[in-house]
């Protein structure tokens, strides 16, 4: 089993910044692939950035490419989700995601093994 932590999510203004931390404890061997997902007041949980755990390959949704990076530091079991130029439309609840897979680079929810509770972020227009 392996558990995931979000943290750093907060109220933040448009065009500001947020960097939001996932970390992972228990079998973090077994990590694929971790991922950023995000579900918006009455829409469903959508893809937002993935990295591999040992290669360190990312993948971003069109919508946050050039805005967000994901990251990770191995030595910290910890992977990072860094959001600049923030907008409204980004108000969503982000969780952490980690797969044992290659497939869990596709962008899909169900390729994903285990999900955090997720951390609430607030963009003010």
């Known amino acids: 089993q392996v558990q995931l932590v979000e943290s750093g999510g907060g109220l933040v203004q448009a065009g500001g910044s947020l960097r939001l931390s996932c970390a992972a404890s228990?079998?973090?061997?077994?990590?694929?692939?971790l991922g950023w997902f995000r579900q918006a007041p009455g829409k469903e949980r959508e893809f937002v950035a993935a990295i591999s755990w040992s290669g360190g390959s990312t993948y971003y949704a069109d919508f946050v490419k050039g805005r967000f990076t994901i990251s990770r530091d191995n030595a910290k079991n910890t992977v990072y989700l860094q959001m600049n130029s923030l907008k409204p439309e980004d108000t969503a609840v982000y969780y952490c995601a980690a797969g044992r897979y290659s497939r869990s680079l596709t962008g899909s929810e169900y390729d994903m093994d285990y999900w955090g509770k997720g951390t609430l972020v607030t963009v003010s227009s």
């Open positions: 228990g079998r973090t061997s077994s990590i694929y692939a």
